[in-house]
């Protein structure tokens, strides 16, 4: 098999590749996570004060719509807030969530990816240096190129944190 970061035909050449690399983070999640029992997607590790699996692919799937709507330069429809719920609990952590399948969280999670390249699709490769406001209290500015490579770059740093989860989970089973 080779490896290579391609964009959409009906995307502009950086604005497709860029999305290619979340796409390929998207598809090497699902990898990682596949044959997760929902007692491995809820294990919080050896101590129970980690992030689960569930709660991190969550985190990513409400910071990646968030980013979607900022790349389409439109405030997040309060049903989605709904739906995906906030970025931090009460107590400055990650939300709780326990009990949701894996391939719920996987699917929700590709339809905020196709989300993203609908958006990518109606950019051009000049939008990309449009500035956007992030953060908890939108302190930041940020290019849209950032965005987009920041959604890539946010599923590898938790990736590694459900890879770390999954080596615990079995060092915890052979214990047992």
Not at 24 to 48: F, H, W
Not at 96 to 111: C, E, H, K, P
Not at 150 to 170: E, G, P, T, V
């Amino acid at each position: 098999m080779l490896y290579d970061l391609q964009g959409e035909a009906n995307m502009s050449p950086i604005v497709g590749l860029l999305y290619s690399a979340v796409k390929e983070n998207s598809r090497r999640l699902q990898s990682i996570t596949e044959g997760m029992s929902q007692e491995e997607v809820d294990y919080k590790g050896p101590d129970a004060n980690a992030n689960s699996t569930a709660q991190l692919i969550q985190h990513l799937m409400v910071v990646d719509v968030h980013w979607v709507y900022r790349i389409k330069g439109q405030p997040l429809p309060a049903s989605l807030k709904e739906q995906y719920g906030p970025m931090m609990d009460g107590n400055g952590r990650l939300p709780m969530v326990q009990g949701v399948s894996l391939n719920a969280l996987i699917f929700t999670y590709a339809r905020v990816v196709d989300m993203l390249r609908d958006s990518c699709r109606s950019l051009t490769d000049s939008d990309l240096v449009r500035g956007v406001a992030f953060g908890h209290e939108n302190e930041k500015q940020a290019t849209i190129r950032w965005g987009i490579w920041h959604m890539a770059d946010h599923s590898r740093y938790h990736q590694a944190q459900i890879s770390q989860l999954r080596k615990w989970y079995r060092e915890h089973a052979l214990t047992e």
